[in-house]
């Protein structure tokens, strides 16, 4: 699943969380819906991402005067 989470864009990753990680009653009569922890490890992955990607906005940019 990290391999699957980690290909996925920052909106993608974000979307499947959400769709996931709702208590609804529907995820809990699909056979295969992801456990508890791949709902960790996805949020955790897409954290990072967000770190990344913030640090290369920062590294990036500068403020001149």
Same mark, same amino acid.
């Given at each position: 699943?990290?391999?699957?989470?980690?290909?996925?864009?920052?909106?993608?990753?974000?979307?499947?969380?959400?769709?996931?990680?709702?208590?609804?009653?529907?995820?809990?009569? /699909?056979?295969?819906?992801?456990?508890?922890?791949?709902?960790?490890?996805?949020?955790? /992955?897409?954290?990072?991402?967000?770190?990344?990607?913030?640090?290369?906005?920062?590294?990036?940019?500068?403020?001149?005067?």
């Amino acid at each position: 699943m990290e391999q699957f989470f980690k290909s996925l864009s920052i909106k993608e990753l974000s979307k499947w969380i959400k769709n996931f990680n709702s208590n609804d009653l529907l995820n809990q009569f /699909i056979d295969n819906a992801p456990s508890i922890e791949d709902i960790k490890l996805a949020k955790k /992955i897409l954290k990072n991402k967000k770190k990344y990607l913030l640090a290369q906005i920062n590294k990036d940019s500068y403020i001149a005067f």
